[in-house]
């Protein structure tokens, strides 16, 4: 994590930082074996083009796209698309963290979510709100219903008040219990799902690289690890690779079984 200081100090609660700040820099490292499906690929080169052609929409009076809001399941890519927009865009990457601002204290959680969103009008960047069901569950079945009416209110007016030259990505793995007001706030969305083979087969390839392998090690990947995330994926990868270093030996059939074993992903629907 960048340890670069921003125009402004990024605002406090519980005596932490409200957020993790990363650099373009470091934003392009995390980013750069993203692999995107060919409708997300065109949603979000779409929305970097528009965000690059701001004087010619002003002067057509038609209000440019600000907000991006991704759904799917865990480890299909969103964290790391956070990270693609940050880097394409040449702006930090500001990880919200929800921990330091759901508070206990009455209207405290509120407070937090205004003072990120000021913090996103002074300081151009990409604000990144995961997991962001938690301060934007629909007021309708929530147990503690004027608390959380009283966050995702609060929420409502920042993003309808979000203007200027950063950008908001929220990302969650549960968007059916999102706010139908919250949802609609977002102009842009995007749906993650588990990689198909071709996605797969990419991914695979970038993972993998220069380094040393047996042939048709990587068709056995393909093969072995469908149903795995894109998350998985890496972590399986990055585990046969160590095992390939310590034997000095090059990727093999046997290496990729035994870190699938060892790492044993929990696929859907299993």
Known sequence: MSKTNHINRIPRAK??????????????????HIVFSAEN????????TILGMKDRFAEHEVPIPNKLVMFGPPGTGKTLTASYVADRLNLPLVLVRLDAIIHSHLGETSTNVRKLFEYARVNPCVLFLDEFDAIARTRESND?????????NTLLQ???????????????NLETQLDHAIWR????????????????????????GQFEHQANVKHYMCQRLEGCSFADVEQIILKAKRKAIITSSPLHEQLISDAYDEYM???LGT
């Open 158 to 172: 920042c993003l309808d008040e979000f203007e200027g030259d950063s950008i908001c990505i929220a990302a969650t």
């Open 41 to 48: 690929e065109r949603i979000i080169e779409e929305f970097l």
């Open 15 to 32: 005596g932490i930082d409200m957020a993790a700040f990363y650099s373009p820099k470091e934003c392009a490292r995390k980013a750069k």
């Open 144 to 152: 503690e219903v004027k608390e959380m009416a009283r966050v995702v």
């Open 265 to 267: 992903p929990r696929l």
């Open 185 to 208: 706030r977002f102009d842009t969305k995007k749906n993650y799902a588990m990689p198909d083979v071709q996605s797969r087969q990419l991914y695979i390839n970038k993972l993998v």
